[in-house]
């Protein structure tokens, strides 16, 4: 079946510019979430959501980073006022409960 | 909070021979998930092998398998016969049984094969 999608690919955007990314999970898996990957780096967790449970924010690294996830399915991450400390990859992965984690492709964020 | 360390930024390896990966954690939960993603360049993680901590036989998949020594709280990747196509970075990382299941993963380390 279907994988986890995002959306854009690849996003470029000047400092100072709201953007927001998508993440479509596999179809049934109750359990979102999101990571960032910067350049070398790995993937460091920002935030997860199951079921209809209040999400985990704890990875969020400012208030100007939000998202959120309408009922079991898509889910837009938003940063608001990109400074070029955000460039990186995110990442969103889904799971059935908390069985393994399926990732999407990611989308490539660069602020210019 | 738990800690997931790669020291090895990269390896080199030959085409059909074996190499193996090391990752260390810290934690202080008895009970819990470890992994081995792999990430090409197309960005793709794919899971390569996971362990519950639990059980004390090595999980092995195919031409992959792991050396988990509880007490160290080490995990290493061993991957034989190695392949061009194993080329790729590769992360360690851990997860707690708990409710929150995110994960924390390592640095990552990029393998190359030569021909």
């Known amino acids: 079946g279907a994988g986890v999608s995002q959306s854009p690919s690849n996003k470029v955007t000047e400092k100072g510019k709201d953007v927001e990314l998508r993440c479509d999970p596999i179809?049934?898996?109750?359990?979102l979430y999101w990571y960032r990957q910067r350049l070398g780096q790995g993937l460091e967790f920002l935030i997860y959501?199951?079921?209809?449970?209040?999400?985990?924010k704890s990875g969020l690294p400012s208030d100007r980073f939000s998202a959120e996830r309408t009922g079991e399915s898509v889910s837009t991450l938003t940063i608001q006022r990109t400074q070029q400390e955000d460039s990186a990859v995110y990442l969103c992965?889904?799971?059935?409960?908390?069985?393994?984690?399926?990732f999407g492709p990611g989308t490539r964020l660069t602020v210019t | 909070a738990q800690t997931v360390t790669q020291s090895q930024p990269e390896m080199s390896v030959q085409e059909a021979e074996t190499v193996t990966l090391s990752c260390t954690y810290d934690t202080s939960e008895s009970d819990y998930y470890l992994f081995w993603y792999k990430q090409p360049p197309s960005r793709q993680m794919i899971l390569v092998i996971r362990?519950?901590?639990?059980?004390?036989q090595n999980a092995t998949e195919n031409r992959f398998s792991v050396n988990f020594q509880k007490a160290a709280k080490s995990f290493s990747l061993k991957i034989s016969d190695s392949q061009l196509g194993d080329a790729a970075m590769y992360f360690c990382?851990?997860?707690?049984?708990?409710?929150?299941?995110?994960?924390?993963f390592g640095k990552g380390i990029t393998l190359s094969v030569r021909p």
């Open positions: 179809s049934g898996h109750t359990a």
């Open positions: 959501f199951q079921g209809n449970s209040a999400p985990d």
């Open positions: 990382a851990y997860r707690s049984r708990g409710a929150n299941s995110k994960l924390t």
């Open positions: 992965a889904s799971s059935f409960r908390v069985t393994e984690q399926y």
């Open positions: 362990q519950e901590a639990y059980k004390q």
